[in-house]
């Protein structure tokens, strides 16, 4: 079997699949008037077509699922596209990224469909904070949901928290508190520009150096990162249950460790969340038959992806917001 490579020695074995573009949430930081969809939107893909998707990307190495929105709660056939992920050979761990809202409902049943991580958006701990950066009052039913996961025998349960200049960088006394004995990993994820939020960019961009040198001052101590992890660098202390993870794109190297790839709602391929390049993988979805010319196709793309992002340079390349595909 022939892994995706890219013209930089750079393999990928991990795909973030959004599988809807809606979202419940009006996060400041992506959608603050909520989501706004045409009528005239594309479809999604099918559960068929997802399934000959993750079979001919599990052909070229994929062992690492992530799957995506939007807000992927909001599909109704969210277990069924959770089984048939599982059904595939060679796909080792499947993830899902949710803002929290349905787990005390369905995280049971996901859980029995094959879900193996799960990651949960949680901005601040303290209420009023929650709810002044989500535009929801949900926090309470969330962390209700988050107790019932732990009890699952998840691989591993993170939350994420977007960091941002005076809405919630004061939170990390309370976060500290959460994880001396709940076993999770907080990430926290440097505020990304996007086509759509250069005023609030401007206003709330903190660094996240500045907080990994006040968690080194702490005690914290980076941990090695596995060969299929994520982008986070991970911190963690002895008197700690739980661990702290930076996300920090505007670092130096960020994108020298890329292993994975992209795919939004409607098929299309990104090989960067701010990338210019990208293809319909639809028309290789439609037929079993289309798998090795899928394949093909996911190689070829490869040699058109870049070194890294141009974020510093402020191009944000085909992402107008980061529900757009997962962000």
């Known amino acids: 079997m022939a892994l995706l490579a890219d013209r930089f020695g750079r393999t990928f074995p991990y795909l973030r699949l959004s ?10 930081y992506c959608l603050p008037d909520g989501y706004l969809g045409a009528r005239q939107r594309p479809v999604p893909l099918s559960r068929e077509e997802i399934a000959r998707l993750l079979r001919g990307f599990a052909q070229v190495g994929l062992r690492k699922l992530r799957i995506t ?11 069924e596209i959770i089984a048939s992920a599982a059904a595939v050979g060679g796909i080792q761990t499947i993830a899902l990224t949710t803002n929290g809202t349905q787990l005390d409902k369905r995280v049971q049943r996901w859980r029995e469909a094959g879900l193996t991580h799960l990651n949960v958006s949680v901005d601040a701990l303290d209420r009023e904070r929650f709810r002044a950066i989500t535009g929801h009052d949900r926090l309470p039913e969330i962390l209700r949901g988050l107790d019932l996961a732990h009890g699952l025998g998840f ?14 960088d004061d939170q990390l006394p309370a976060w500290r508190d959460y994880l001396r004995d709940h076993p999770v990993s907080v990430r926290f994820i440097e505020l990304m520009r996007t086509g759509d939020n250069a005023a609030y960019f401007e206003r709330h961009h903190l660094r996240a150096s500045a ?5 080194l001052a702490d005690g914290w101590r980076l941990q090695p990162r596995p060969g299929d992890a994520g982008p986070a660098r991970e911190y963690a202390h002895p008197a700690f249950a739980g661990r702290i993870g ?22 299309d391929l990104r090989l960067c969340l701010f990338g210019n390049v990208g293809i319909p993988l639809r028309p290789w979805l439609q037929d079993d038959a289309d798998r090795d010319r899928l394949a093909a196709a996911l190689q070829s793309q490869l040699g058109l992806k870049a070194i890294g992002h ?3 340079a402020g191009e944000t390349g085909l992402t107008p917001n980061l529900s757009t595909i997962g962000g």
């Open 19 to 28: 599988v809807i573009e809606a979202c419940n949430f009006r996060c400041s």
């Open 69 to 79: 929105g939007g807000e992927p709660s909001l599909r109704r056939d969210l277990p």
């Open 155 to 168: 691989g591993a349960i993170k939350l994420n928290a977007v960091l941002l200049k005076g809405l919630n």
């Open 211 to 215: 907080l990994e040198e006040q968690l």
């Open 246 to 267: 930076i996300i920090a794109p505007y670092s130096k190297d960020f994108c020298a460790g890329c292993n994975r790839l992209r795919v939004t709602h409607t098929g």
């Open 310 to 312: 141009q974020l510093h």
